[in-house]
């Protein structure tokens, strides 16, 4: 399993600009992996309600994954771009160059912002308004995101995180998504207590950790008459390949990935439970403890004798610690996903397989 790197922001924020901006001399067209625009925690009052992306932007992701994301490595990167009212303009990135933890020299912060200033020199946006990364079959709610996520939308509040799936877009449609923490889950990580007091408080559940932006790519006329020339040259045999009724191995690897997901969870479910009774087990020795000292109080009053002094029980007894609990919400996060990527790809199979079926029996 690939293992993601926290990041953090630098202090330069988008700025808000007022107007339509360009958009309205330029064409867009929504993916399909945008969604229905319904945030997971319910994006009222979120700051951004809309994230446009420019074609450039999608094919520099694609391409930084394609150059050094091969298997389960994960590429990210910076995006940039200008906020305009309750929309999100995404005009440029850059990637974040590959390094390991050996490499103590590297300062990320001062390369994202020499970055930006070589940006600025050519006249090109350069306004930090989130990051982008890449996913190994949607195994993407982790903390290092929650963590970076979390810094970037302190340090600039209608940040993003765009979440590319390449195993998902090599199967025919682009799985590009756009993410947010809800303000519920700013607000606990701001406290920094995750204890299940505190996420039960701010009625912190797995569905109301994310939510997703709906998604717009926009590109130039010229673009899409370009496009429109290289979809009518495309050869229909490829076509062909999509109406395949043979299952890969896609699925075989969500259902793989979900049952060591549902096994963590059920260890996490184990030590809480533990937890639990480790506690109803001290909580009896406190009360027996002071009942004998309420006892014992009792017959030396009979004779006569002072009480006995009183005792911290917080020292006799020292307080078991609880286990984490945002740790076991990612888990059922993933484990979400996990399932609706399930249900996503068998859809597409049961589909081909009743067309299949009907044709089969219109020929016969």
Same mark, same amino acid.
């Given at each position: ?12 924020m ?14 867009? #067209?929504?993916?399909?992996?945008? @969604?229905? +625009? ?10 951004v309600?809309? &994230? ?9 992701? $694609?391409?930084?994954?394609q ?13 940039? @771009?200008? %906020? ?5 303009e ?6 974040f ?13 001062q ?17 930090? %308004? @989130?990051? =982008? ?25 209608? #940040?993003? %995180? ?17 993410y ?21 408080? +701010? ?9 997703? %932006?709906?998604? &717009? ?7 899409? &008459? ?23 191995n896609?699925?075989g690897?969500?259902? *793989?990935?979900?049952?060591d ?10 030590? =809480? ?23 014992? !109080?009792?017959?030396r *009053?009979s ?27 990612? $888990? ?16 597409? !199979? ?14 016969n």
């Amino acid at each position: 399993m690939y293992k993601a790197q926290a990041h953090i922001p630098p202090t330069r924020m988008a700025s808000r600009k007022e107007g339509t901006g360009s958009a309205a001399t330029s064409s867009s #067209s929504t993916t399909g992996a945008a @969604g229905k +625009g319904k945030g997971k925690g319910g994006s009222g009052d979120s700051a951004v309600k809309q &994230v446009q992306i420019d074609g450039l932007v999608v094919l520099k992701i $694609i391409k930084h994954y394609q150059e050094e994301g091969q298997g389960t490595e994960v590429v990210q990167g910076v995006l940039l @771009g200008l %906020v305009v009212e309750d929309r999100l303009e995404i005009t440029n990135c850059f990637p974040f160059p590959q390094h390991t933890e050996d490499d103590a020299d590297f300062d990320e912060v001062q390369y994202q912002m020499e970055m930006m200033r070589s940006l600025r020199h050519v006249n090109i946006d350069h306004l930090h %308004v @989130g990051w =982008y990364q890449s996913t190994y079959y949607g195994s993407f709610v982790t903390r290092a995101l929650l963590d970076s996520q979390f810094s970037y939308q302190h340090a600039i509040e209608e #940040s993003v %995180v765009l979440i590319y799936d390449p195993i998902k877009t090599a199967q025919g449609s682009l799985s590009l998504k756009a993410y947010r923490l809800t303000p519920k889950l700013m607000e606990v990580c701001k406290e920094k207590d995750f204890s299940p007091e505190a996420l039960k408080k +701010g009625n912190i559940t797995f569905e109301h950790m994310f939510e997703e %932006v709906p998604i &717009v790519i926009k590109n130039s006329h010229l673009i899409n &008459v370009l496009m429109w020339e290289l979809e009518k040259k495309s050869a229909v045999a490829d076509k062909h390949e999509l109406l395949s009724l043979a299952s890969s191995n896609h699925l075989g690897k969500n259902l *793989q990935l979900l049952m060591d997901r549902v096994d963590e969870m059920s260890q996490d479910i184990v030590k =809480y439970n533990t937890y639990l009774r480790n506690t109803s087990k001290q909580q009896q020795q406190k009360h027996q403890y002071q009942q004998r000292r309420q006892q014992e !109080n009792m017959q030396r *009053q009979s004779r006569g004798e002072p009480p006995l002094p009183e005792e911290d029980l917080s020292k006799l007894f020292k307080p078991h610690q609880p286990p984490a609990r945002m740790d076991s919400l990612l $888990i059922a996060g993933q484990i979400n996903t996990y399932c609706q990527n399930i249900k996503e790809f068998t859809a597409q !199979n049961l589909g081909k397989l009743f067309m299949a079926q009907a044709l089969q029996e219109y020929n016969n």
